[in-house]
């Protein structure tokens, strides 16, 4: 005979997984999936039904390589995918309420959270829904994978003890002149590295903009095509840059690094 | 015959690969490789026969590890072991000059850089290794593995578009409130999340200067035993932490952010 309802028979909540993907979305050559993920990301990735992503049909694609290397728990037509609201997708999320998406998981159901490329909610969408699983008491486990971020800083040889990212510089050339020089005082100042992106058609641009209005002993990192086959970490100072004549392409995603 | 001299024919430096290791370093339970680094990561790291590394005896024991899933390329006892110097083990050791520990990569043979737990040069010294390889013109390869930082701002749910790593706070009680006041403040200011870390045994101290010291709207996020089975995400306001009666130990390390 079954006891009587107690604190224990209570209905247990979901887990909100964080599952990291791979960086060549949208990049040529992608290669096999274990190549970049653990055995354990990928077996968790099996297990889960239930999804909150940024496009739902690049979500499909990722868990169709999951399925490639280990079987997935339901068919690609039977997985559940919700996508964020576009409004939370470029800029920072935290003041959108995502704990309607979060439903499954109240349920008692597994979800996972995925981006476009890397670790969800780190230079990507994905902490409003973070945000909304603790306010609801959904445990979060964030799963290891590759973080585009974190391997260019290590691979920078910059200061890896005080960093920070600061998302995406201005297009506009004034302005980005502006905001780089900015970085790179704070930088010299305190010691702290400082890394930032931009949409791979300017990389060019923002390159000439660094080697415009850098100082000579400055030094600057940039890595392109992370984890791909074609991948480049370049450290120097522009003096170094110049005489090498390293350059970037306006097709690759490229990180970028500036410290003392 | 062979050609004579000619570009083509100079000697090939090898490549410097960072190599993250688990974080289970230190902690009770540790778990199979497999389960928190790629294969490609595991499998590259099988073919190293030339380290540099904080701590030759934790790096043997990786390395060990690393030979219970992939066959070693030469044995433990032929593993080629250099220390890096105390002196940029603690804090940032840009100003190193660590030219003379890649002399193997010199003479044509790959390398890798190891750390005590997680991605080498990042929260973790390596850095001055990394810039001597850039120096010397030898390719830079991080692996993918776990980066404890990343985790724990992932599932933090602070802002992961604009975060900083400051580092250790200050151990003295006045200067570490002082420090976590500074901290919040750039915070709501700017929008970055602001992260930092403690030697364990100070956890609970911690834990007590920010219930004291934060403002009633700011959101402190807490990551406890990274990866490993009690691992803990702790993400509210200083009254959820109260509430929820939410605490640290004093044994297992921890990453804190806070931010709006």
Known sequence: MK???????????GTLYLVPTPLDFGCDGQGPLDEVLPQATIVRAATLQHWVCENAKSARGFIKRIGEVSPLCASIQEQQLQEMPREVHKKGDTGFDARSLLAPALQGLDMGLLSE????????PGASVVRAAHT??????PLIGPVSLM??????GLNGQNFAFVGYVPS???????????LETLALKTGQTQMFIETPYRNEAVLRTLLEVLQAGTRLAASMGLTLEKCRHYSGT????KRERWALNNQTPAVFAIGP
Request: proline share 11%; charged share 20%; glycine share 4%.
């Open 172 to 182: 506009e050339p004034a302005l980005r002149a502006q905001r780089i020089k900015a």
């Open 136 to 141: 609801l008491g959904i445990e979060v486990q």
């Open 238 to 241: 522009p003096t170094d840059w």
């Open 151 to 156: 391997l260019a800083l290590a691979a920078s």
């Open 3 to 13: 006891p009587a309802a107690s604190p224990h028979s209570q209905k247990r909540m």
């Open 117 to 124: 490329a890397g670790m969800p909610a780190i230079a990507d």
